[in-house]
């Protein structure tokens, strides 16, 4: 068990951060970080026709949004594709405006003359199709809360099941848009890596360094079995109607019980007990002794912040999601051996130590294989007690090891 | 990370024993171990009035069911009182009858000659109030399912918030009924340990031994919220009508999806990846692929696994018993460190090394506190792939440490 090394309140603000981040709102009372050398960034959008999904259906049409950092060169040959997180969309970085409260969710290490500089490489990403977020109006994406053009009502449960090939088969087709037909390098934590290490595998003439953070090469039994976990209570909602619902009256308690499970997590008992104390938990409260209706501080905190999360996200989406995760191995190959046989680039994974939702053996495994096959591949490991969120809070620890890593730098 | 170092088939009868075991259902298929020294049991039921509860209500009438293993002697200090885990009853060891296809829980380390010999001691368990398995045959219980006297319907919502103080209380009033003021040891497993903990805390003049197994001594912000992901998939299910529902439509969806979490999280993906690899399956099923109606194997087999299960149970007792065991500090005394203090026992805990649920810190907290207060202590590690079922279903590693701790012999 690693020890707490980072002060507690600056790892309450991170957290806060990150939350406010996740959700895409603007949080007034958190003082934005100094604005000298402010990457700005807006959103784009992607749409193509009659997409086929990796299932065999077709989706009539697919709009995505992207976003991107720093100048695509002349050659197209200097380009980053930064692949995101379940909850996640493809604002990696920058600000929208010069007033935007926080940035992207990476935005420590990518910009001018960050670990993954904008100085000299042309970032992209693109917000993923079921993308959770369908209703926050800075993501733009495709899934069971779209009007099905043929009957005018949104798809629900007849939109067809998508997986994490069918997102890198999206972003392939935005990066030709561009003239685009080779990465410099591709890097996602959690779900972005799957999406990373299936791209190296399935168009490893595209890709020639990958990184994979708080990474799964495949959905093994115990992860396709806990990420059941985040789609059940959405089921049981009773708004839920198998998926034919209104925007009006959503599922919201369903989906609010799956973020308060995807939050615990996505943290470490070292770090959620520290935010406890903070709040002033104690076993021994009056309210939950006197009263079963009533909960505990720490669970009306937890409830408290997917509350303010939910109403940008649709629940519909997170079961898509938590399907795409399901079905996932690197390569779609029959094994996870035989999808990494494929792979051409150098690879580089980080877990992190204290993860508990994606343990670092997810990372040790496929690290492993790609040793036994003789590829160029490297580990190195998170430190800090905030769990699998140290790959997306506290990703600066890394910055050096990236930057050498993508600019072919001895280690 | 410890490698799996059980035999896969072992395991799975292992798992499919404790199981069969937890519903308390004969399972036919499973074939009965040896006969040879085949300890008997029956359940009592022990009746109290006017029960004063910790938070101060009054219960009119409690029962409970008890069973007990050996022979009280004439000075009736030959006493060793075991307190069961959350999905428990006070079946820990022996059988009912002579085909009774599966023994209690714990009976690798209770009966004649055994770890726990009840050749010496007078082994006795009580079942908790609020017991999760309300309509086993072979369990008495009271709690919302109970019927109250005063309105002649079940107590549902109304029946008052019980803590683990008041499942020792009663069996204070149980081992006292049968004239007994002091104890040999107390001995549990899980929630188990919450009761030996306080029992030594708040008795400490009945207590010289005690052994906390997969304990924890207090219930962190961690513990907490985790514990509540267990109630709330109950509280979303259209049939629990603020607990106000009939045996026949009963909330029986959320209550399978609470084992299902449950069952998740007492195992280690070590062992449930194994487990998978037994079933055949593999991210890349078809059928999940094809509908997303249906789920993959492995998450069929945990749903089919609580289901088998979910109907001897209930919903609102089990709202109870994660408010229980939310509730809970060793001592009740305002902190971890003020409870012990009054420990007079010498005490003995056993986390599981790959335990995900209570995790070793848990346990490593109240020992570094008694030892820091100058008290007998120790700690040992149960080592396996199983994780928090390590202290349940593979507690026999530790029967010689056991049998000495308990016979005060140099270890």
Known sequence: MTKP??????????LMAVLASLSQTACAATPSSSKKATLMTEKQVFTTTNFKTYGGKTIPEVNVGWESYGELNAAKDNVILITHYFSGNSHAAGRYSADDAEPGYWDA???????IDTNKYFVISVDSLVNLSAYDPNVVTTGPASI???TGKPYGLTFPVVTIRDFVNVQKLVLESLGISKLHAVVGPSMGSMQAQDWAATYPEWVPRMVAVIPAAQADAWTAAALEQWAIPIRLDKNWNKGDYTREAPPKDGLVAALMSITLQALHPDFFNQTGQALGYTPQEQTPLNDIHTTHSIVNWLRGRAEERADLMDANHLLYLVRANQLF???YAGSLEAGLKNVKAKTLYLPAKTDLLLMPYMAEKPYSILKSQGKNTQIDYLEGALGHLEGVADISQKADLLRAFLNDEPQ
Request: no cysteine; aromatic share 4%; proline share 9%.
């Open 329 to 331: 191995v690197t390569g």
């Open 109 to 115: 290490i990518i910009g001018p003359g960050k670990a």
């Open 5 to 14: 090394t980072l002060n507690l309140h600056l790892v309450l603000v991170w």
């Open 148 to 150: 099905n053009p043929e």
